[in-house]
Nanobody
Framework: QVQLVESGGGLVQAGDSLRLSCAAS????????MGWFRQPPGKEREFVAA????????NYADSVKGRFTISRDNAKNTVYLQMSSLKPEDTAVYYC??????????????????WGQGTQVTVSS
C-alpha cells in the first residue's frame, strides 16, 4: 500500500507561482510513474502532468505546458509540481497519483493506482 500526502496549496493571485509537493511512503517510489491531476469545481478530474521513474521523461496537458514543471527526487520519495503564471482557471484541488505500470503516456485517472487526499489551489483574478 502506498500513501501519498500533498502539500503546498493555497490562495494566490493571477500571475503568481506556487510549488506543490507530494511525499510518498509504503512502496518503492523510484519504480513508479508519478502524476499530477486536478479537479476544478464542478468538473471532472483531469490530467496535469506525469514523470517517468528516472525523471528523464515528462508529459504535460496542453493547458499547462510551458507554465508548469513536474520533477521528482527519488532520494526523498517526493514529486513536485512547480506552477508559474497561474491563472484563475487553474483553480482546483490538485492530486498526486502513482502508476505502477512503467509506460510513457497515459492520461486517464483510471490508469493510476494510488492517490493522495488533494490540496486546494485557488487563483484569484
Amino acid at each position: 500500500q502506498v500513501q501519498l500526502v500533498e502539500s503546498g496549496g493555497g490562495l494566490v493571485q493571477a500571475g503568481d507561482s506556487l510549488r506543490l509537493s507530494c511525499a510518498a511512503s509504503g512502496g518503492t517510489f523510484s519504480s513508479y510513474v508519478m502524476g499530477w491531476f486536478r479537479q476544478p469545481p464542478g468538473k471532472e478530474r483531469e490530467f496535469v502532468a506525469a514523470i517517468m521513474r528516472g525523471g528523464d521523461r515528462t508529459n504535460y496537458a496542453d493547458s499547462v505546458k510551458g507554465r508548469f514543471t513536474i520533477s521528482r527526487d527519488n532520494a526523498k520519495n517526493t514529486v513536485y509540481l512547480q506552477m508559474s503564471s497561474l491563472k484563475p482557471e487553474d483553480t482546483a484541488v490538485y492530486y498526486c497519483a502513482v502508476r505502477r505500470l512503467p509506460y510513457y503516456g497515459g492520461r486517464s485517472p483510471g490508469e493510476y493506482d494510488y492517490w493522495g487526499q488533494g490540496t486546494q489551489v485557488t487563483v484569484s483574478s
